[in-house]
Nanobody, 121 residues
Framework: QLQLVESGGRLVQAGGSLRLSCAASGRTFSSYVMGWFRQTPGKEREFVAAISWSGDSTYADSVKGRFTISRDNAKNTVYLQMNSLKPEDTAVYYC???????????????WGQGTQVTVSS
């Protein structure tokens, strides 16, 4: 079993920046693909970014050029640096772990509890 705990979400003004962290424990973190998803009430969970064990990353078009995913395998932690935030980025952000790089949430069996990001206009 892999446990994931997100942190770093808060209220921020439009145009601002935030860095989310996700700390993993319980299994070999470095062997997992790590992803970030987000969800707003009444909507399906949306892919944000993913990073392979070797550091290859993919992004949703809506965040490309503004968000950066990274990982520190020595610290068992994955990060999401979010710049130029927009009100439409407001959501609960979830960290997830899986065995293949995918934008489909069902491919990730391990999830954190989520952290709220609110961007005010």
């Amino acid at each position: 079993q892999l446990q994931l705990v997100e942190s770093g979400g808060r209220l921020v003004q439009a145009g601002g920046s935030l860095r989310l962290s996700c700390a993993a424990s319980g299994r070999t973190f470095s062997s997992y693909v790590m992803g970030w998803f987000r969800q707003t009430p009444g909507k399906e969970r949306e892919f944000v970014a993913a990073i392979s064990w070797s550091g290859d990353s993919t992004y949703a078009d809506s965040v490309k050029g503004r968000f950066t995913i990274s990982r520190d395998n020595a610290k068992n932690t994955v990060y999401l640096q979010m710049n130029s935030l927009k009100p439409e980025d407001t959501a609960v952000y979830y960290c997830a772990a899986g065995t293949s790089s995918s934008s489909w949430y069902a491919n990730y069996p391990y999830w954190g509890q989520g952290t709220q990001v609110t961007v005010s206009s």
